[in-house]
């Protein structure tokens, strides 16, 4: 069963690497900051602060935007990805949604889509 599983995990493994490490090198070579994004909240919400300092001209509701990522997919499948995929952290079942084709698809649209925005906001 485990081996039927592999395939999910690995996706995983890459589009986490996608959105963190490869989105945060686009950014950087555009010339702004998003490691904020991938921290705790309490840096996150200092690094957002920042962030706006930077750039006043932020397209109205990125701030929401970046919140909402956080809450509406990006916490747990960094705990997925991180905590279970890397760590063994939790009981796969735990984690069951990120096993399923319909949610794996529309996580991918998402993580893509929020990439997109990150890097023409």
């Given amino acids: 069963m ?5 395939p999910y995990e690995d996706f995983a ?3 986490w690497k996608a959105y963190k490490d490869l989105a945060q090198r686009a950014a950087e070579i555009m010339g702004f900051e998003i490691g904020f994004l991938y921290q705790k909240e309490t840096k996150f919400e200092e690094g957002l ?6 750039w006043p001209a932020l397209q109205p509701g990125a701030e929401d935007f970046l919140r909402q990522t956080r809450v509406e997919w990006q916490k747990d499948f960094s705990k997925f990805r991180n905590g279970f995929v890397e760590h063994q952290e939790g009981e796969r079942m735990d ?9 794996v698809e529309k996580l991918f649209e998402t993580v893509w889509g929020t990439i997109v925005d990150l890097l023409v906001s």
């Fill in 49 to 54: 602060k920042k962030f706006k300092a930077d």
């Fill in 13 to 15: 493994r890459k589009l």
């Fill in 2 to 6: 485990a081996e039927r599983l592999q």
């Fill in 95 to 103: 984690f069951k949604k990120f096993y399923d084709n319909a949610v």
